[in-house]
């Protein structure tokens, strides 16, 4: 059967329904969604339509926040892969009507130092941007101790909402 492209290229759009008709496929996404402990992760599941099927790759952008894993199903079957964050993953094989391709991918915690002030830094819980709450201005900065081997084991909070704590300091998405 002869494929209906060669290539096809996804960066895990916003959009529901990626149509890409002269090749004969359509891609829905069936849903997004973020879990519902930390680590929190976005879910996405995609639905190939081919109007004609055939073997050709499905190259994903894999974000470079991803560095806890960026898991793959293929029709409810998990995937061995070897995803490189800040690259594109390819799957290969032929695809059919109604493929689904389910993508788990959990977010890290993680400091990005302020340019000109090195010894300060943005805590993130990639891809968003987390705040102190503070009851009012404040003319000095909070020192926070975190766990230097693995930031998230110094954070508590609730992914659902956003909201977060370290050492009684409450951050929220900025």
């Known amino acids: 059967m002869q494929s209906p492209c060669q290539d ?7 959009d ?12 829905v996404r069936n849903r997004t969604g973020f879990g519902s402990k930390i680590p ?25 926040w991803a560095t ?10 998990k ?3 070897k995803a490189v964050p800040g690259t594109y993953l390819t799957l290969r ?14 977010f890290p915690f993680y400091l990005d130092p302020v340019v000109d002030q090195p010894n300060v830094a943005s805590i993130f819980y990639d891809p968003v941007l987390l705040a102190a709450e503070e009851s009012g201005p404040r003319t000095d900065w909070r020192p926070v101790t975190l766990d230097a081997g693995d930031i998230g084991k110094s954070i508590t909070g ?3 909402t956003l909201r977060f704590s370290v050492g009684g300091i409450a951050f929220m998405p900025h």
């Open 16 to 27: 529901p329904r990626l149509d890409l008709s002269g090749s004969g496929l359509v891609f």
């Open 40 to 64: 929190l992760q976005i879910q996405l599941s995609l639905r190939c339509r081919a109007s004609r099927g055939g073997r050709f790759d499905i190259k994903i952008r894999v974000p470079v």
């Open 79 to 81: 995937r061995s892969v």
């Open 68 to 77: 806890r894993g960026f898991f793959v199903k293929i029709n409810g079957r």
């Open 158 to 160: 609730d992914p659902a």
């Open 93 to 106: 094989r032929n695809w059919r009507d109604n493929d689904t391709i389910e993508l788990r991918m959990p």
């Open 8 to 14: 096809v290229w996804l960066d895990l759009p916003s």
